[in-house]
């Protein structure tokens, strides 16, 4: 069995479709896998939230929450505006647990960024703290990320937490120069590597062309065949995942890329 947990560097950058992209990759390869939201917030209690959406594109997948709160807030403040219980690190930890019993492969996905607090104890940096499972970085393709990936990483590494790499969480159809040049900086500005970028609007798609798109945008250490090299073509001109002139075969995916984590 193996866990892994799936943070962001901020609020909606693709978290989600990048959990379910590891899972369809797991599952379509014949293992069990379940994937835990640490804590759903801004959701009603009868309207789909994020587990519902990797069911959708992942398939048989099992899923599960730890808590649920309807105001699109940080699960601690969520939770204390509602008056409601709220979840603590521990508890996910222990329901990560529980389901790596009967699984090969448990995903546990944060709320929001690394340091979001579930509760009072802190928040998903403790879950992964309490499972001692290595932590995946999901970031944006534009401006910017490479600071927040930077902190993110540099929090994790203050914590003793290993970092498995990066992802962009939605590759645009037509990068602009900050997006292509993200791509060759990340790595070396964090200090991991870069397991895939997913194309923008991949979740639209079916879950055949989904499972496509994951295998195509992921690594060969979450299941799938990306290359940095491919993503940005031969001449350094941004494409979306699939559409790239080289295939994997065509170019050498760094080391650190194809080392399993899953």
């Known amino acids: 069995m193996r866990l892994l947990v799936i943070t962001g560097t901020d609020t909606g950058v693709g978290k989600t479709v990048v959990t379910a992209g590891v899972a369809a990759l797991a599952a379509a390869s014949g293992r ?10 801004g959701v009603a209690e009868d309207e789909p939230g994020d587990v519902d959406e990797v069911v959708r594109l992942a398939g048989a997948v099992t899923c599960r929450e730890t808590a649920r709160y309807p105001d699109p807030l940080a699960p601690a403040t969520a939770a204390r505006r509602r008056g409601l219980a709220p979840v603590s690190p521990s508890d996910v930890a222990d329901l990560a647990r529980s389901l790596s019993a009967d699984h090969d492969l448990v995903l546990v996905e944060g709320a929001g960024g ?3 607090r579930f509760d009072e104890s ?3 940096a403790e879950t992964a703290a309490e499972l001692a499972a290595p932590v995946l970085v999901v ?4 401006l910017g990320t490479l600071n927040h990936a930077a902190l993110t990483v540099e929090a994790l590494r ?13 590759w645009p159809a037509h990068p602009d120069l900050a997006c292509r040049e993200n791509l060759r900086d990340l790595p070396l500005v964090t200090g991991v590597p870069l397991l895939g970028v997913l194309p923008t609007g991949c979740a ?4 055949a062309d989904f499972l496509l798109a994951a295998r195509d945008g992921l690594a060969g250490a979450l299941g799938g065949r990306f290359t940095p090299k491919g993503i940005t073509g031969p001449a350094g001109v941004g494409v979306a995942p699939g ?3 080289t295939t994997p075969s065509e170019v ?4 650190q890329t194809r080392r399993p984590i899953l």
Do not use: D, I
């Not at 069990?32 to 917030?41: D, E, F, G, P």
């Not at 970031?139 to 534009?142: I, L």
């Not at 639209?204 to 879950?207: C, L």
């Open 243 to 245: 559409t790239a002139p």
């Open 114 to 116: 690394l340091l979001v």
């Open 252 to 255: 050498e995916e760094p080391a």
């Open 158 to 170: 203050g914590r003793g937490l290993p970092c498995a790499g990066l992802v962009v969480g939605e």
């Open 32 to 41: 069990r896998v379940a994937v835990l939201k640490a804590a759903q917030t």
């Open 139 to 142: 970031t944006r393709a534009g």
């Open 204 to 207: 639209g798609r079916s879950p």
């Open 122 to 124: 802190g928040g998903l």
